[in-house]
């Protein structure tokens, strides 16, 4: 019972453990050399939970699905793919046969660009993928990546 008691006080003491537990978690990803950490920092640099799964949305679940399997990196596009595989980023082809980035497929991909010129006319910023991430319109951003899966997976 007194080590439940020390437990317990360790954990008022602290703060809020599910504070603890994200600042922990942002500092390892901060910390990490791994690719797909280095690009989840990418996408999001502040490191912050999406408002998304908390708050009511209107956004179809097959977009919102898509939108979370490209933001975890958990795609069947190639270059996802030659990461599990550990194959040469040079081997990682798109199906446009340009070598396969997430930055590729959303920025740059010439078999989206009829896509990308909507989203863009409606105020994407396509520089960076942090800044097509911080996009206000976040149903557009949901139905571009939605179709993004659609044409390239």
Known sequence: MLRLGRYITSILESGNPIDAFHRNLAQRITDSGSTRRIL??????????ITLYKDRCSIPERYRIAWTRFRILSTSLPVE?????????????????????????????????????????????????????????????????????????
């Open 40 to 49: 989840y920092r990418e996408i999001n640099p502040d490191l912050r939970p």
């Open 81 to 153: 793919i030659g990461r599990w595989g550990h194959s040469a980023h040079s081997e990682r082809l798109c199906k446009c046969g340009s070598v396969q980035t997430e930055q590729h497929v959303l920025l740059h991909c010439r078999l989206l660009d009829d896509k990308r010129s909507i989203i863009v006319a409606a105020g994407a910023d396509i520089t960076s993928l942090s800044n097509l991430f911080k996009w206000n319109d976040q149903s557009k951003l949901h139905l571009y990546i939605y179709h993004v899966l659609s044409v390239l997976e």
